[in-house]
């Protein structure tokens, strides 16, 4: 029986990509929902088994919205993780010169991930921001009489009717986002050798040095840390929890010794999930 994976739509996305990359061996349907909450709560009410989101881009950084829907909103374990790379191109429904273009659409992220190319080719073009790529290319494609263009990734150019303007105008060659995939459910049999934890942890308010404290609790294990965020508790103006990425999967001794540590010290911690890590190969064309 096929699993129904959400996705961040319409059609064309990097995250319609990027979950299809974790699903390129096994039988699956893919839906599109029009914003990351919607993606995420249909997996909170059980209408699809998996859900792929973007939670950061090496440009930009973190993508909020994801992270605060999976902190706050919803309580499902992380289950995988891909770092794809990101091309941006410059699409219009007809071929037309820069001069001519009068307004662009696109993502925040992809706007800004093209901040110099726009700034020295388009700098006096109205921007319109849109929910995904995906759908700025689509509205590109369905005003053909308009001088629009639309940033987008080169699967969009090939389900709309669409042409290149310029290819690869990303500021940055090693641009990649991070998607997640959310589930209550393992994805069993994708071959990696890289795992990863990633925890919550609330400070006490009244503990001066506590996140040294955390930190020291992972330092003299040996524990490497790749990530670690600080985001607002939303209980209060100043209050703030952490977010920490551990570049290990959860075991019987370490983490669990870590983590009892923690909460002597009066923090709450929480397990977001420990899952395989993967990285999408860079190919010529992408």
Known sequence: MDRKVAFLGPIGTFSEEAARFFFEDRSASFIPFSSIP???ESLARGDVEFAVVPIENSIEGTVNLAMDWLVHRIDVPIRGELAYPISQH???AQQIELEQIEKVLSHPQAIAQSRLFLQEH???VEIEYTKSTAEAV???SENPDKRWAAIGNRLSQQIYPVHFLRESIQEQSNNYTRFLLVSSEKLEGKATD???TT???TLPSDFPGALHQVLAAFAWRKINLS???SRPTKTGLGNYHFIIDIEQKMDDILLPGAFAEMEALGCQVRNLGSYPCYVKQVTVGS
Do not use: Y
Request: no cysteine; charged share 25%; hydrophobic share 50%.
């Open 90 to 92: 410059l699409m219009g």
């Open 38 to 40: 919607n993606v995420l």
């Open 122 to 124: 388009l700098p006096n």
């Open 227 to 229: 990530r670690i965020e």
């Open 199 to 201: 925890v919550l942890v």
């Open 138 to 140: 689509q509205l590109v």
């Open 194 to 196: 890289r795992e990863k």
